[in-house]
């Protein structure tokens, strides 16, 4: 898996600003990808990361990066549970909701509109785009916005400086080890 990938997509995440990235990457097999995050996972136990394929056809995955202890404070807020609760998923166990996620994403190839809610979204805005079926927002940069434009604007800023803050230093040659901030 390329380090290059986990820093573009990853940072906010990495750095500990964000619950949860996604990303696509390219693997020789379904083998090597399971070894690959098998052993991404063992390095960055410590850390309290862990990164999980939602799905994988054809050589590619789309893989979710997240912090567990960050998604369990997420999934309990109640306007996230009561959305969580009406697509059938149990949000007060955060592990079998990353489980149901992927047998949702792999069921049929669809894309659930609650993945906000895993990737750190603000639970008003994902019910926002569900409710107005992605649209009448406020503004839109990592997600559309229907809640507190400023609050968002403030945090895309945040994220995108992040990023390229990590992206300098990867450059540079710090490891991903480094850039990552345990938590």
Same mark, same amino acid.
């Given at each position: 898996m390329s380090e290059v990938l986990l820093i573009?997509?990853?940072?906010?995440?990495l750095a500990g600003l964000k619950?949860?990235? $996604?990303?696509? *990457?390219?693997?020789?097999?379904?083998g090597e990808m399971r070894r690959d995050?098998?052993? %991404?996972?063992?390095?960055?136990?410590? /850390?309290?990361v862990r990164i999980v394929? $939602?799905?994988?056809?054809?050589?590619?995955?789309? $893989?979710?990066l997240y912090r567990p202890g960050r998604l369990e404070r997420d999934l309990r807020h109640e306007t996230a549970r009561s959305l969580l609760e009406r697509y059938g998923y149990a949000p007060m166990l955060p +592990?079998?909701? #990353?489980?149901?996620?992927? @047998?949702?994403?792999q069921a049929d190839g669809a894309f659930p509109h609650e993945v906000g809610l895993f990737l750190g979204y603000p639970p008003e805005d994902v019910?926002? %785009?569900?409710? @107005? +079926? *992605?649209?009448?927002? /406020?503004?839109?940069?990592?997600? /559309?916005?229907?809640?507190?434009? &400023?609050?968002?604007? &403030?945090?895309? *800023? &945040?994220? &995108? /400086?992040?990023?390229?803050?990590?992206?300098? @230093?990867?450059?540079?040659?710090?490891? #991903?080890?480094r850039l990552t901030v345990a938590g």
């Open positions: 573009r997509h990853c940072s906010p995440t619950t949860g990235s $996604l990303f696509p *990457a390219s693997f020789g097999s379904e995050l098998q052993d %991404f996972n063992r390095r960055f136990r410590d /850390k309290g394929p $939602l799905r994988y056809s054809g050589g590619r995955a789309l $893989l979710y +592990g079998r909701c #990353v489980s149901c996620l992927r @047998q949702k994403m019910r926002g %785009f569900i409710e @107005q +079926g *992605a649209a009448n927002y /406020k503004c839109v940069g990592c997600w /559309k916005v229907y809640g507190d434009e &400023k609050q968002a604007r &403030k945090l895309f *800023a &945040k994220y &995108k /400086k992040c990023t390229d803050v990590y992206c300098r @230093q990867f450059a540079a040659g710090r490891s #991903v080890e």
